[in-house]
């Protein structure tokens, strides 16, 4: 079964801590057929003062260390709005052009908001904002 991108917004919600204070970035390993194969993988904490710059270095040595074939990484806002800024799509870019040259695949970027926000779901994924 190909994991939806609701059950996976749900999983990496689950690894958020209650107060969201600073941004957080994930990467969930998948196998070649979508299992999942771990938890959400934290990879990397901003300050309270910003965001974290994401790092496809770190996001791809977890992923090949839980011996993944297919990604998918998500981040929070903690201001609770998961609308994408243009370092957020640029990053999903250069995210999907990195995966390629080492051999995986990004499936999706997903951005966490507050539960209520982007009618309801709490997030936007980038895969379906793109489509």
């Known amino acids: 079964m190909l994991l939806t991108v609701n059950q ?18 994930f990467v969930l390993p998948l196998d070649a057929n979508g299992k999942v194969l771990a938890k959400p993988i934290l990879v990397s904490v901003g300050n309270e003062d910003g965001t974290t710059a994401i790092d496809p270095g770190a996001i791809f040595r977890a992923a090949f260390k839980a011996g993944a074939e297919e990604i998918i990484v998500a981040h929070n806002h903690p201001s609770g709005d998961p609308t994408p800024s243009k370092a957020d799509r640029e990053t999903t870019a250069k995210l999907n052009d990195g995966a390629k040259l080492v051999g995986l695949e990004l499936l999706d970027h997903i951005i966490l908001g507050a539960p209520e926000s982007a009618n309801g779901l709490g997030y936007v994924s980038m895969a379906e904002l793109l489509e």
């Open 8 to 25: 996976a917004a749900a999983l990496f919600r689950a690894a958020l801590p209650k107060e969201q204070k600073e941004e957080r970035v």
